[in-house]
């Protein structure tokens, strides 16, 4: 592997609240990397000025960050060594090149979907470092949760009326199975900090290197970093400390199916 083979430009399929923060900081310090995209707050004022270039006529620039088709016409005008975030990325005809090309090359990446469920809970209810994002679906679903009389009647009705977060794994699946796209977790990427292993973090920083054709510039990068805006915790199964027995029964009646997909134990 070298720095001649590196791909231009990399996109990362990171579902919402699986450790975007993770990835991006492996692709910037172990393979340099420039990340935009979602998640990414720094970018997100330049990104939006070449997405509405392109559709001036819009009335919501910030919608036009769910138009994946347009982001990845808009990585195109990146230079080399940039590297997408995405939240998800369904099939469309917006995959037609990449089909014949298979540039940019893609990582998708994704977490136990109850501790993702909970961190998004969290996250509405402003117990990260920064506030959420402003998009109307946080909007609106944290001033419902904020409404709830408890902690375990807001995670009620995270599980049985916010499914939209935990279904979006199932309309990203085909990502888990394609064979040219490689597959990492939260869990495998966090290292001793976040319940994790220092040993399991570098093989699978190394698998991506060769997935990439690069030589990792650091096998043991300081990815776990408390001081990011979305943080809480950042641990395996917190899950198992909040979940009642009865809402992870409702859990798997729910998602049961993605948590077998993804080859998450049910209990």
Request: proline content about 6%; charged content about 25%.
């Given at each position: 592997?070298?720095?001649?083979?590196?791909?231009?430009?990399?996109?990362?399929?990171?579902?919402?609240?699986?450790?975007?923060?993770?990835?991006?900081?492996?692709?910037?310090d172990a393979?340099?990397?420039?990340?935009?995209?979602?998640?990414?707050r720094?970018?997100?004022?330049?990104?939006?000025?070449?997405?509405?270039?392109?559709?001036?006529?819009?009335?919501?620039?910030r919608?036009?960050?769910s138009?994946?088709?347009?982001?990845?016409?808009?990585?195109?005008?990146y230079?080399?060594?940039?590297?997408?975030?995405l939240?998800?990325?369904?099939?469309?005809?917006?995959?037609?090149?990449?089909?014949?090309?298979?540039?940019?090359?893609?990582?998708?990446?994704?977490?136990?979907?109850?501790?993702?469920?909970?961190?998004?809970?969290?996250?509405?209810?402003?117990?990260?470092?920064?506030?959420?994002?402003?998009?109307?679906?946080?909007?609106?679903?944290?001033?419902?949760?904020?409404?709830?009389?408890s902690?375990s009647?807001?995670?009620?009705?995270?599980?049985?009326?916010?499914?939209?977060h935990?279904?979006?794994?199932?309309?990203?699946?085909?990502?888990?199975f394609?064979?040219?796209?490689?597959?990492?977790?939260?869990?495998?990427?966090?290292?001793?900090?976040?319940?994790?292993?220092?040993?399991?973090?570098?093989?699978?920083?190394?698998?991506?290197?060769?997935?990439?054709?690069?030589?990792?510039?650091?096998?043991?990068p300081?990815?776990?970093?408390?001081?990011?805006r979305?943080?809480f915790?950042?641990?395996?199964?917190?899950?198992?400390?909040?979940?009642?027995?009865?809402?992870?029964?409702?859990?798997?009646?729910?998602?049961?199916?993605?948590?077998?997909?993804?080859?998450y134990?049910?209990?």
């Open positions: 592997m070298g720095e001649e083979s590196a791909p231009p430009s990399v996109v990362v399929v990171s579902l919402q609240k699986s450790g975007t923060n993770l990835v991006a900081r492996m692709m910037a393979f340099g990397y420039r990340c935009i995209g979602h998640g990414i720094d970018s997100f004022d330049e990104l939006l000025t070449r997405l509405h270039a392109k559709e001036p006529g819009v009335s919501d620039r919608s036009l960050f138009r994946p088709g347009m982001m990845l016409d808009v990585l195109e005008e230079p080399p060594r940039t590297c997408l975030f939240h998800g990325l369904e099939v469309g005809s917006h995959l037609l090149n990449w089909c014949s090309t298979r540039e940019p090359r893609i990582l998708f990446n994704y977490r136990d979907p109850r501790d993702s469920l909970l961190s998004l809970v969290n996250y509405l209810l402003q117990r990260a470092n920064e506030p959420y994002s402003q998009f109307a679906r946080n909007v609106i679903f944290a001033e419902i949760l904020e409404a709830m009389p902690a009647a807001q995670l009620d009705f995270a599980i049985t009326h916010m499914g939209e935990v279904e979006k794994y199932n309309r990203n699946s085909w990502l888990l394609h064979p040219s796209v490689a597959k990492l977790s939260f869990e495998e990427l966090v290292g001793t900090d976040g319940g994790g292993s220092e040993s399991q973090q570098r093989a699978t920083i190394r698998r991506v290197g060769e997935f990439l054709g690069i030589a990792p510039r650091d096998e043991e300081r990815l776990f970093d408390s001081s990011v979305t943080f915790r950042g641990q395996i199964g917190a899950w198992r400390d909040v979940y009642s027995p009865e809402q992870t029964r409702t859990f798997g009646r729910l998602y049961g199916d993605v948590l077998r997909t993804y080859g134990p049910e209990l």
